[in-house]
């Protein structure tokens, strides 16, 4: 059964291969579009029939034809053709960030070249120098970008290697209830190789469980050393070291903090266990209480049907007050971004309309009004002043012009920051977790001038984001610099990433004081009048 994003992601190469084939535009542009639109939702389209799924905006009979055929069959005939018709090596290529279709269909056409190793081998000859359209520079970025993507083969992002790894440990718990992730996936790393799971029965048989995707490794121990093993098994080299697990006592433990009790160091979290800067808290007890989940209270960042998102704004609403969330900050894109139908000033009037509607039927939940502002290359916001000062705040990310050195995009994102209507710096790097790594910005620097200028720093929750880099945290809380946990939701169940973003604020040892919808609705409607500069 494919998902929603398997299918968007099909519909893509869809489009892709169309346009390398040189098919209709105007067709490649629909799919395209289609595939955009479904990769930001995350509904479950299968079972829906043609008619169903052409409700869905966006998406047109031809393209639902298509999506019927990935849900029934796992392929279309269209993709089908078009793939038999293209090397695989050719395919491989258009995975390479920078090479659109035409660019691949040039250098396969005109170079003849059939894989992503030839085409490295061409770029160490400069064979790609004198070729039209491309020159020195796009060729040395096709090298970096070509290294990059073969440096993040074999690795997964937590939350698919967390469904496949929970699939296996659900079902052994049918036999036994000591069995629990460890190594990285216990400490919930961002990016993951192997889901590592011990098991505290000797006596079950582990062969029938397995993964296709993700490779499984299994640690099986006797019942009486299964929490000491799990502290040394989902720990660093560094964090075991740093307390000196050696000296640990040989003797039955019954939790984890029992453990920790043993070697007289405070119990560290399991996010925690990386040996970075927990270690000498933990020895003088001085780790703090750690945010969880439970602890936030809003919704900031989020997208409505205005611009790109999948659900209306009222049901948007009315599902963050159903999952007990006391307000939610809607988000949606400046006009700026034209790709994600960006709001124009008079559309933001009506959307602003319409919560001071919706905020009287649901009171005492609120909607507060936002915007998700484009960072212009000159570092401006996206509206003039008359609409910026309509919001109650203000989410300002960089969306396009990524090719940025590290002094143009410290340069843009300080004046952002420096701009009074600026309330929280969305992703502040744009990197998208195994996909691309971000414009380079001198961390200290950008987290000074959010400091000087009393702006938050967003955490983006979506598993492939989680931006700003949780190594980051311990210096935003050493300058007393805010940090908002928010999911980007394109749609209802965006809302669950809330999850993700808090285990990577909590690896960043981020407490409910210092994260900005952790605060309930009163003290975050204090914060905003205050805030106004």
């Excluded at 790609?128 to 970025?141: A, D, N, P």
């Excluded at 809607?330 to 919706?358: F, M, N, W």
């Excluded at 940090?483 to 749609?491: E, L, M």
């Excluded at 604020?505 to 210092?514: D, I, P, S, V, Y």
Aim: aromatic share 8%; glycine share 6%; with cysteine.
């Amino acid at each position: 059964m494919m998902t929603t994003e398997d299918i968007a992601d099909a519909l893509e190469l869809t489009a892709k291969l169309m346009e390398l084939h040189n098919e209709n535009p105007f067709k490649v542009k629909a799919i395209s579009t289609a595939a955009y639109k479904l990769g930001k939702t995350r509904m479950d389209l299968n079972n829906l029939s043609v008619e169903e799924l052409t409700k869905i905006e966006g998406i047109g009979k031809s393209i639902a034809e298509k999506i019927h055929e990935f849900t029934t069959t796992g392929m279309s005939n269209e993709l089908r053709e078009l793939s038999t018709k293209t090397p695989v090596g050719v395919v491989d290529m258009l995975g390479i960030k920078g090479l659109g279709p035409k660019k691949v269909r040039q250098l396969w056409l005109e170079l003849e070249l059939e894989s992503v190793t030839d085409l490295l081998y061409a770029c160490h000859e400069n064979r790609l120098v004198e070729l039209k359209g491309f020159g020195e520079k796009t060729q040395h970025t096709i090298i970096q970008n070509i290294e990059f993507k073969l440096s993040n083969t074999g690795k997964f992002h937590f939350a698919y290697a967390e469904k496949v790894g929970q699939a296996i440990i659900d079902a052994i718990k049918e036999h036994t209830d000591m069995v629990s992730f460890t190594g990285a996936m216990y400490r919930k790393c961002e990016v993951i190789e192997e889901i590592d799971i011990l098991v505290g029965d000797e006596g079950i048989d582990l062969d029938d469980y397995g993964s296709d995707t993700v490779p499984i490794n299994f640690i099986q121990v006797n019942e009486a050393v299964f929490y000491r093993t799990l502290v040394e098994t989902s720990s660093t080299p560094e964090h075991l070291a740093g307390i000196d697990f050696s000296k640990l006592a040989i003797k039955k433990y019954g939790s984890e903090e029992e453990v920790y009790a043993g070697l007289q160091v405070q119990y560290c979290e399991p996010e925690l266990r990386e040996g970075h800067f927990e270690i000498e808290k933990a020895k003088n007890h001085e780790l703090p209480k750690l945010i969880e989940y439970s602890d936030l209270k809003g919704i900031l960042h989020n997208h409505s049907t205005y611009s790109d998102g999948m659900n209306s704004l009222q049901e948007m609403a009315v599902y963050c007050k159903e999952l007990g969330y006391e307000y939610l900050g809607i988000c949606d894109h400046s006009q700026t971004a034209v790709y994600a139908d960006g709001l124009k000033p008079e559309t933001v009037a009506i959307q602003q309309q319409e919560i001071d509607r919706l905020n009287q039927q649901l009171f005492p939940f609120k909607i507060f009004k936002g915007i998700e502002s484009d960072i212009l290359s000159n570092g401006e916001l996206d509206y003039e002043e008359d609409v910026l000062k309509s919001f109650d705040f203000i989410v300002a990310s960089v969306h396009a012009n990524l090719k940025m050195d590290e002094a143009k995009a410290n340069a843009r994102l300080i004046k952002a920051i420096e701009n009074p209507y600026t309330t929280i710096l969305g992703h502040p790097t744009g990197r998208l977790l195994l996909g691309r790594p971000g414009y380079p910005i001198d961390h200290k620097k950008i987290i000074d001038a959010c400091a000087a200028n009393k702006v938050v720093i967003e955490l983006n929750a979506h598993p492939y984001r989680l931006d700003i880099d949780w190594r980051w945290i311990p210096y935003c809380l050493e300058k007393g610099v805010m940090i908002s946990i928010n999911p980007d939701a394109h749609q209802l169940k965006g809302y669950h990433d809330m999850r993700y973003g808090t285990y990577a604020a909590r690896k960043g040892m981020l407490t409910k004081e210092h994260c900005l919808n952790a605060m309930d609705l009163q003290s975050f409607e204090s914060f905003l009048k205050s805030y106004k500069r």
